[in-house]
Nanobody, 125 residues
Framework: QVHLEESGGGLVKSGGSLTLSCSAN????????VAWFRQASGREREGVSC????????RYAESAKGRFTISPDKAKSMVYLQMNGLKPEDTAQYFC??????????????????WGQGTQVTVSS
């Protein structure tokens, strides 16, 4: 059974860094795309970054480009989101999601069948 679990959120000052982890259990990462989405209070959920693990193809939302890096560790069945240069506007609940997509997208969350419960990231100014 596919199960995703996020960790690594917390409170950080503006300009700081956090690494989010997504533990992916019950499936082979090679056959999936994994994405990070986020939802700030009062706002719609938006895509941040994704990776098609087998081809190592990645995509980033404009807001994440140059600051965030997504990477897998297939041996540990983990996907990480390294976030640098955090800004108060990055404050949100962050979710990882998985789908059997040959290439990934951050534009269409409905394509992702499996979701974790989320981890909160709060960036103070």
């Amino acid at each position: 059974q596919v199960h995703l679990e996020e960790s690594g959120g917390g409170l950080v000052k503006s300009g700081g860094s956090l690494t989010l982890s997504c533990s992916a259990n019950g499936f082979n990462l090679d056959y999936y795309s994994v994405a990070w989405f986020r939802q700030a209070s009062g706002r719609e959920r938006e895509g941040v970054s994704c990776i098609a693990v087998r081809e190592n193809g990645t995509r980033y939302a404009e807001s994440a480009k140059g600051r965030f890096t997504i990477s897998p560790d297939k041996a540990k069945s983990m996907v990480y989101l390294q976030m640098n240069g955090l800004k108060p506007e990055d404050t949100a609940q962050y979710f990882c999601a998985a789908a059997t997509l040959p290439s990934c997208t951050v534009e269409v969350e409905q394509l992702y069948s499996y979701w974790g419960q989320g981890t909160q990231v709060t960036v103070s100014s």
